[in-house]
């Protein structure tokens, strides 16, 4: 069946560095995919779109910037929180549609990347 | 626009059944249901594409009532690893992204 890899499970980082989170697709080509946000006890929030070979779509609210998406192949697609603060930990989790393409085909996630900012 | 779900929590005793609720202001394209364990990735549990649509896999079944805009997740003699929380998301029309619930938590005890 349809994996979809996330790396690393957690990462501890210190307040104002960088950490960048992969999602990879391991028996598919995913030519978009989603990563969402979850707060404790909180909904899934989707924060972008990530389109291979062109910009990620991000949602009202979420800072380009910030949270940079990278999407360079169709396996591959890459989030990195720059500057990271506390207020920024969280559980990221990327997903991609299976079949790609039909807004109506199920997600499958990544197993989440728990985010803590010291 | 996020769907509303309900209840917020509930608990059951193993064999007891559970319905959650799923409504939206917006017509709806689709809807899925998902559940995730504490600490852990959301599974795809089923989702349901057509008005008047039910399907089930097990114990665990779901309808889609195009018309009042809502859908809803029954779970018959609730066993302890349905325990966790179930989302609903929708999808309102053919190039919008899936928007889940807030969550139904759900702890079954023995």
């Known amino acids: 069946g349809a994996v979809v890899s996330q790396h690393p499970s957690w990462v501890i980082c210190k307040s104002g560095t960088s950490v960048k989170i992969e999602c990879r697709s391991l028996?598919?080509?995913?030519?978009?995919m989603f990563w969402y946000r979850q707060f404790p006890k909180q909904s899934l929030m989707l924060m972008a779109t990530?389109?291979?070979?062109?910009?990620?779509?991000?949602e009202q609210g979420v800072e380009k910037d910030k949270f940079l998406i990278n999407h360079a192949s169709l396996t591959l697609s890459t989030l990195t929180v720059t500057s990271a603060h506390p207020e920024d930990s969280s559980f990221y989790i990327c997903?991609?549609?299976?079949?790609?393409?039909?807004?109506?085909?199920?997600?499958?996630f990544g197993n989440g990347t728990r985010l803590t900012v010291t | 626009q996020q769907p509303v779900q309900s209840p917020q929590a509930v608990i059951l005793r193993e064999g007891e059944d559970a319905v959650i609720n799923c409504s939206s202001s917006?017509?709806?394209?689709?809807v899925h249901w998902y559940r995730q364990k504490h600490g852990e990735a959301p599974v795809f549990l089923m989702i349901?594409?057509?008005?008047?649509e039910q399907k089930g896999h097990e114990k665990i079944s779901a309808s889609f009532n195009e018309k009042k805009q809502q859908s809803s997740l029954y779970l018959t003699a609730s066993q302890l690893s349905y325990s966790g929380t179930y989302f609903c998301?929708?999808?309102?029309?053919?190039?919008?992204?899936?928007?889940f619930g807030k969550g139904t938590r759900l702890s079954v005890i023995a």
């Open positions: 917006k017509a709806l394209y689709s």
């Open positions: 997903s991609a549609r299976v079949p790609q393409g039909a807004y109506n085909s199920p997600l499958h």
């Open positions: 998301g929708t999808v309102n029309s053919g190039n919008t992204p899936l928007v």
């Open positions: 349901l594409l057509k008005g008047g």
């Open positions: 990530s389109n291979e070979g062109s910009k990620a779509t991000y």
């Open positions: 028996d598919f080509q995913a030519t978009t």
